[in-house]
């Protein structure tokens, strides 16, 4: 196993004047180099982890710690070091695939040279080269889900969290993105990735932690957890593990 690239210590959060916790008191270490998945029904909390992880919202309490090059690091002296790819759609529906990726491609400080090199390369990865030019207005549902995704990897991140990356997108979409995030990962990204496709999951992580009400459960490698638990899948575990309880 890798050295610590994350490490959450009591990490708790409350939203406004709520009593209960979105978070109560997480530890949680991921190492560099994984495949680290976050599961749990609606409401368990997965959103706020990861918002939490990749500094959009703060901590109620509790300490996040990054660590890159062996050095530990506040993350926003490694915010170009960082890539998030949201469920929503976070592009420009006006313009075209190829200035939203020029465009975010500034925001992190990219060289014009480098901007163009990537967004040739990530439109080529993902699909999109012959609808470069025409705006992301008129794109189907897979090419959306897969622009997002490049905009999250314009700045080749060392770590990409990733919330919901394929909902909502055919077989062939799916496939292209999780191939391409299996490719990254063999260079050393370190990938963070929530979904409600456990079968997907399964497949794709390397070690999986599950919630339910603010906590984590259950964290270990996929195969140990559904072992251990004496469950068929992730999708049979999940429901030993949290209930069959409607979530809303």
Known sequence: MESPIITA???????????NPSLDTINLTIFKGEKFGVFGPNGAGKTTLISLLCN???????????????????????????????????????????????YFGGVYGMSSINVKEQTTHLLEILGLTSVADKKVKSYSGGMKRRLNLAIGLIHSPE???????????????KLTIINHLEELNKKGVTIIYTSHHLKEA???????????????????TVSELIKINNAANLEELMINLTGKELRD
């Open 56 to 102: 959009i919202i703060k901590a109620t309490s509790g300490t996040i710690e990054y660590t890159f090059d062996n050095q530990k690091k506040n993350i926003k002296e490694k915010f170009n070091q960082v890539g998030f790819v949201p469920q929503d759609f976070a592009f420009y529906a006006e313009l075209t695939a190829k200035q939203n990726l020029y």
């Open 9 to 19: 210590v009591a990490l708790t959060k409350y939203y406004g004047k709520s009593e």
């Open 159 to 173: 770590i990409i969290f990733l919330d919901e990356p394929t909902v909502g997108v055919d077989i062939h979409s």
């Open 202 to 220: 399964e497949d794709f992580c390397s070690r999986v932690a599950l919630m339910d009400n603010g906590k984590v459960i259950a964290l270990d």
